[in-house]
């Protein structure tokens, strides 16, 4: 019984639109109305700004996280990471915005963080170097994913000082994950290959200002 309010909780934890919640609270707008209508960090940025998108962010994060260290803190003998799986689904289907959520990026990440935080800032490394480096958020996103998919499985090989130990459970999780960040960035495979995907305004290639 414990295990499966915990999994409630989790999934409840992720179903929190954080972004949804930010925009009506202070802004008296709902983003899903707004740009690419996702709920997610991305869109909060672009549409409410920079301190609201950040906000988001740490938050989408932070739910991630604590779902993963449930099992932790009331101590349940179990992978954390079906905890962190909970807070993606609700993260992406969440309860409290008709079922419909972000494309579960950060939420991921929170997901590592909790699990193992070194992990967790390599990958953030290779998502801020393809970021750098395409300057397109969609990209790191898409690359990102694929590449530390591919990490789960190398690194407890090469690099143990990063991750120890295989586990199987977390490559499947990483690789499920990406094909769905792939399926959720569809259209912006769409804008990439028709040259108009949106651009953040650092990296190699920035996003042009108006004059």
Known sequence: MKIILLFVVAYLLGSIPSGVW???VFFQKDIRDYGSGNTGTTNTFRVLGKKAGFTV?????LKGTCA???PLIFGVDINPLWFGIAAILGHTFPIFANFKGGKA????AGMLLGYHPLFFLYSAAIFLIILYLSSMVSVASMVGAILIT???IILPLVLPAILPQQDWLLTAIAFAVSVFIIFRHRENIQR???G???RVSFGLHPQKKDK
């Open 192 to 194: 990439i290959k028709k």
């Open 105 to 108: 990026v950060a939420t991921s």
């Open 150 to 152: 591919i990490s789960t």
């Open 68 to 70: 993963t260290v449930l």
């Open 196 to 198: 108009t995907e949106s």
């Open 22 to 24: 930010i925009g009506k």
């Open 57 to 61: 962010f740490v938050m989408d994060v």
